[in-house]
């Protein structure tokens, strides 16, 4: 395991996006699973600054997103929806290097990680309560491999979703598990900011526990992990 602490979200961004970017110049065919929400935001737009500056042959970077919660009459899920507007239409990946994961193919999915390779590098946040990808405290166990998660109608998970945003989830949600995502050859797994703290030294220093499912990343043979100053300001080592 590896960790970095950089003194600020900026710095934490310019990193990841070297360590991303790094994978993507690899004379070879490179997997890749990218993250969705707040945190990769900055890492996303220096990407694409640097991007739009080289003229690299991008045909043999392919995208697999590793969790998904569809929508009623939507054509794209949560993820997969974020992914597209965050870094795929503004970076003009072809959609022959996009491999949706979606409840429609999750059972098949894996054989496909397989066949194709395998994933090169999983880039990750962590949730204030502990979960990554859609592994939830209650709803995972470290044995899963890619599942599916029921999401009962009138549920808090329902109300929740449907809250954020404004349209109705389908009627389960899909995720790579935790023995799919050790099986990848590189994670990266970032954090910012105080309010990520405490589970930050949960993860990172106290037990190893299906309570705490981003504690099992620790385990990985490769996993870095970049924290700002304040996401680290509770580690003790």
């Known amino acids: 395991m590896r960790l970095v602490v950089t003194k600020d979200y900026d710095t934490m961004s310019?990193?990841?996006?070297?360590?991303?970017?790094?994978?993507?110049?690899?004379?070879?065919?490179?997997?890749?699973?990218?993250?969705?929400?707040?945190?990769?935001?900055?890492?996303?737009?220096?990407l694409l600054e640097k991007l739009a500056k080289t003229s690299m042959d991008m045909s043999n970077i392919h995208y697999y997103n590793f969790d998904e919660v569809p929508?009623?009459?939507e054509r794209y899920g949560m993820t997969m929806a974020a992914l597209n507007e965050a870094f795929y239409d503004p970076a003009e990946i072809s959609e022959e290097n996009i491999h949706e994961l979606n409840a429609g193919n999750y059972k098949t999915y894996g054989e496909k990680l397989l066949q194709d390779g395998g994933i090169d590098l999983i880039v990750m946040g962590v949730g204030a309560d502990g979960h990554f990808c859609a592994n939830m405290p209650g709803a995972t166990s470290f044995d899963r491999e890619i599942f599916s998660v029921d999401i009962p109608a009138g549920s808090d998970l329902f109300k929740m979703l449907k809250e954020t945003s404004g349209k109705t989830p389908a009627a389960n949600y899909v995720t790579f598990g935790p023995r799919t995502v050790l099986s990848s050859k590189h994670l990266l797994v970032f954090a910012n900011g105080t309010s990520?703290?405490?589970?930050?030294?949960?993860?990172?220093?106290?037990?190893?526990?299906?309570?705490?499912?981003?504690?099992?990343?620790?385990m990985h043979p490769n996993v870095t992990f970049i924290l700002d100053e304040e996401a680290a300001s509770l580690l003790e080592k």
């Open 71 to 73: 929508f009623v009459g």
């Open 196 to 218: 990520k703290a405490e589970i930050m030294k949960e993860v990172l220093e106290g037990p190893i526990t299906e309570e705490i499912p981003a504690s099992i990343l620790r």
């Open 14 to 46: 310019e990193l990841s996006a070297a360590i991303v970017l790094e994978k993507m110049l690899q004379n070879k065919r490179v997997n890749l699973s990218l993250t969705a929400g707040n945190t990769p935001v900055g890492m996303y737009k220096i």
